[in-house]
C-alpha cells in the first residue's frame, strides 16, 4: 500500500481486519432498491442493483489524512464519477468524483442497508413535491417518528403508518443544502400531506 506520502507500506491490519470482516459478513450480497419521486410534475421511478464484493488483494485503500485508511468496494452498480468506500472505522463514504477526500455518507453498512430498504418500501407510495414552505411544516405531521437504524447526521428518515419523509444533506461543498422527499400511502396519507402543501400555498400567496 502506499501512505499519504506516497511511499510503499505493508497493509496495516486494521485495513485487513476491515477488509476481512466486510467479507465475511456482507460478500455476495446482492439486492435491488427501487426509488420513487416527482421531478418536473412527473412521477419518476429507478431500479438501481447492488453488490457487496471488493477485489481481494487488488482491491485499492489509501490511506486518510484525518486517521486511518479506507478501501474500494464494488456498491452501487451505476455509471458514476465517484467511487463507493469503507472506512476502518466502519463508516461508509465516497470521493465523489473518483479523487477528492473521503467523504462519510454513513455511520455503518447497517444504516445504509436499512436506509436503502425504507426507500425501497415507499417506492410504491405516491411521491410528492414540497417546496421550503412544506419542508418547514412537516414537523406538524402527526406520528412521524424517526427510524433511528436508517437515520444519521446527513440523512433522516421519519415514519408513520401513512406517511414516509426522507431528509438528507447534498454533497456538494459550494451548494451545500438540505433536501426532502415525501410519500404517502392510503387515503388518510394523501389527505394529509395535501393539506400540508395546500397550507404552504395559502401562506405563500398571503405573504406581502
Not at 26 to 55: A, I
Not at 82 to 87: N, V
Not at 147 to 173: C, F, I, K, P, T
Request: hydrophobic share 40%; aromatic share 10%.
Amino acid at each position: 500500500m502506499r501512505d499519504r506520502t506516497g511511499k510503499l507500506v505493508p497493509a496495516p491490519m486494521d485495513l485487513i481486519i476491515r477488509c476481512e470482516g466486510f467479507a465475511q459478513r456482507f460478500g455476495g450480497l446482492r439486492y435491488e432498491v427501487r426509488r420513487s419521486r416527482v421531478l418536473h410534475g412527473e412521477r419518476y421511478e429507478t431500479n438501481r442493483g447492488w453488490e457487496f464484493d471488493h477485489l481481494g488483494p487488488r482491491t485499492a485503500a489509501w490511506q486518510d489524512p484525518g486517521g486511518g485508511w479506507y478501501f474500494e468496494w464494488t456498491g452501487e452498480r451505476v455509471a458514476k464519477p465517484c467511487r463507493d468506500l469503507i472506512h476502518t472505522d466502519g463508516t461508509v463514504g465516497t470521493d465523489i468524483d473518483g479523487g477528492s477526500p473521503y467523504l462519510r455518507i454513513a455511520p455503518s453498512l447497517l444504516h445504509l442497508i436499512e436506509s436503502h430498504a425504507l426507500m425501497d418500501a415507499v417506492a410504491t407510495w405516491t411521491p410528492w413535491p414540497v417546496d421550503s414552505l412544506a419542508m418547514s411544516a412537516l414537523g406538524l405531521l402527526d406520528g412521524l417518528v424517526v427510524v433511528s437504524e436508517a437515520s444519521w447526521g446527513s440523512s433522516r428518515w421519519r415514519l408513520s403508518d401513512a406517511v414516509a419523509v426522507m431528509d438528507y444533506d447534498s454533497w456538494d461543498h459550494e451548494n451545500p443544502h438540505r433536501r426532502t422527499l415525501v410519500w404517502s400511502r392510503a387515503e388518510a396519507g394523501h389527505r394529509q400531506v395535501q393539506a400540508l402543501l395546500d397550507g404552504s400555498r395559502s401562506a405563500t400567496r398571503a405573504t406581502p
